[in-house]
């Protein structure tokens, strides 16, 4: 199956600061990945879609001026969370594929 | 997308097999069923899908009712690695395919 890899693993910052979250496929090529957002005992909720190329759609209730997302290559795709509060804290996981989608191993977001 | 509906949680001794059931009454034609598991702490892993014909891979085997409105998907020999949350997802396929994710099923393999 196709491999995606994300990075960081897991990040804490403070309060007020921004936090770029990578995203890749690494042996193949994704026009379209998938960002999700996961809080503790519940399921993965789909936040946006990255296209490359043009801007990202984003599901209702997700401020796309917060989470923004940047599709600049086949390859990668990046989430920043910009001015975090705590209440963003959360498991952030990427999924691509050009049939079947592999997801991220995941990103630990703790925002103090 | 179709709706899937999935017990909250199941368990099985390890050694033996782990039938893990699901609904989804309201699947399309074009539809696939699609069998992801989450272990904690970590991104979902890819089990198996299919479309009408059962298959089987060396993770697991998915066997679809013949009308398509529910499906099996197996674990021929538990072990503990495979305590996670299963999760039924039926969708097209293709790369612009995003997956909505229900709550899954928890699957505990005992000693």
């Known amino acids: 199956g196709a491999v995606v890899s994300q990075h960081p693993s897991w990040v804490i910052c403070k309060s007020g600061t921004s936090v770029k979250i990578e995203c890749r496929s690494l042996?193949?090529?994704?026009?379209?990945m998938f960002w999700y957002r996961q809080f503790p005992k519940q399921s993965l909720m789909l936040m946006a879609t990255s296209n490359e190329g043009s801007k990202a759609t984003y599901e209702q209730g997700v401020e796309k001026d917060k989470f923004l997302i940047n599709h600049a290559s086949l390859t990668l795709s990046t989430l920043t969370v910009t001015s975090a509060h705590p209440e963003d804290s959360s498991f952030y996981i990427c999924?691509?594929?050009?049939?079947?989608?592999?997801f991220g191993p995941g990103t630990r977001l703790t925002v103090l | 997308d179709a709706k899937t509906t999935q017990p909250t949680s199941m368990d099985c001794a390890e050694g033996r097999a782990a039938n893990l059931p699901c609904n989804h009454s309201t699947i399309s034609g074009n539809e696939y069923v699609y069998w992801y598991r989450q272990i904690h702490s970590q991104g979902p892993q890819y089990i198996i899908h299919?479309?009408?014909n059962n298959e089987t891979n060396e993770m697991a085997s998915l066997i679809i009712t013949e009308d398509r409105k529910s499906s099996t998907l197996i674990l021929p020999h538990a072990t503990l690695r495979d305590t996670a949350v299963y999760y039924c997802i039926v969708n097209t396929r293709g790369a612009n395919s995003k997956l909505t994710f229900g709550k899954g099923i928890t699957l505990s393999v005992r000693p």
């Open positions: 042996d193949f090529q994704a026009t379209t």
């Open positions: 999924s691509a594929g050009r049939d079947t989608q592999y």
């Open positions: 299919g479309l009408k």
